[in-house]
């Protein structure tokens, strides 16, 4: 198992990219909007760890509604795993709920997946597949 990302929830993300960056030291490495899920991604290199600042660019999408309950922060923990489909059918025999049963094109051009953090110790658990 290996680390892909940890997702962080923010507001703003001229702000984050900012204080991730000239305050914390990381490096700006790919920053992009998807239109469909209403969000702005920033993925800063902290020393080998990718962190991605997630800013909602439209109201009323899952986002703003995750920062209305919960305000910023950990937002998920993404994993990289090597075949999508494979992966979601061990996790739901091992009795996580997904949240996307089907894998869809996130960031970066990757197929990802999500499974409810109900079944996750509280953490929603990103999958992702590396592009081919």
Same mark, same amino acid.
């Given at each position: ?8 929830a ?37 020393? @080998?760890? +990718?962190?991605?600042? #997630?800013? *909602?660019?439209?109201? !009323? =999408?899952? /986002?703003?509604?995750?920062? $209305? ?39 970066r @051009?990757? +197929?990802?997946?999500? #499974?409810? *953090?109900?079944?996750a !110790? =509280?953490? /929603?658990?990103?999958?992702? $597949?590396?592009?081919?």
């Amino acid at each position: 198992m290996k680390v892909d990302h940890v997702g962080i929830a923010v507001r703003n993300i001229e702000d984050a990219v900012k204080a991730y960056t000239s305050t914390f030291g990381g490096r700006l490495v790919h920053r992009e909007e998807l239109a469909e899920e209403g969000v702005t991604v920033a993925f800063v290199d902290a020393g @080998g760890v +990718l962190l991605e600042l #997630l800013a *909602p660019t439209a109201e !009323g =999408g899952s /986002l703003g509604r995750f920062l $209305e309950s919960r305000g910023g922060g950990l937002h998920h923990l993404a994993f990289e795993v090597a075949d999508i489909q494979r992966a979601l059918r061990n996790a739901e025999r091992a009795g996580h709920l997904p949240v996307d049963r089907h894998p869809r094109r996130g960031s970066r @051009g990757r +197929l990802i997946a999500f #499974l409810h *953090p109900s079944t996750a !110790g =509280g953490v /929603l658990i990103e999958l992702v $597949e590396p592009q081919a």
